[in-house]
Nanobody
Framework: QVQLVESGGGLVQAGGSLRLSCAAS????????IGWFRQAPGKEREFVAT????????DYADSVKGRFTISRDNAKNTVYLQMNSLKPEDTAVYSC????????????WGQGTQVTVSS
């Protein structure tokens, strides 16, 4: 079992930045690949970014490429999502999730943190 807790959300103006954190506890965090997802009101949850257990590979949704950066510090059991040049359409609840392999489903989820970008 892996417990995930997100933090760092808030209200920011368009063009601003936020850094989200996903802190993990429980089983060995460094064994898990981590993903960030978001869900806006009335919309389906969508993939944002993912990072492998070692941090050697990352992937991003086209909508955030060049603006968001995912990283991890396994010594701190934490994954980060640096979000720059934020747009109103980035407004959503952001959640992190963990999976054991790149082919498995994300089995563990955090409760989410709200990000609101004003125009």
């Amino acid at each position: 079992q892996v417990q995930l807790v997100e933090s760092g959300g808030g209200l920011v103006q368009a063009g601003g930045s936020l850094r989200l954190s996903c802190a993990a506890s429980g089983r060995t965090f460094s064994n898990y690949h981590i993903g960030w997802f978001r869900q806006a009101p009335g919309k389906e949850r969508e993939f944002v970014a993912t990072i492998t257990w070692s941090g050697s590979a990352t992937d991003y949704a086209d909508s955030v490429k060049g603006r968001f950066t995912i990283s991890r510090d396994n010594a701190k059991n934490t994954v980060y999502l640096q979000m720059n040049s934020l747009k109103p359409e980035d407004t959503a609840v952001y959640s992190c999730a963990a999976r054991r392999t790149t082919l498995s489903n994300f089995a563990y989820w955090g409760q989410g943190t709200q990000v609101t970008v004003s125009s």
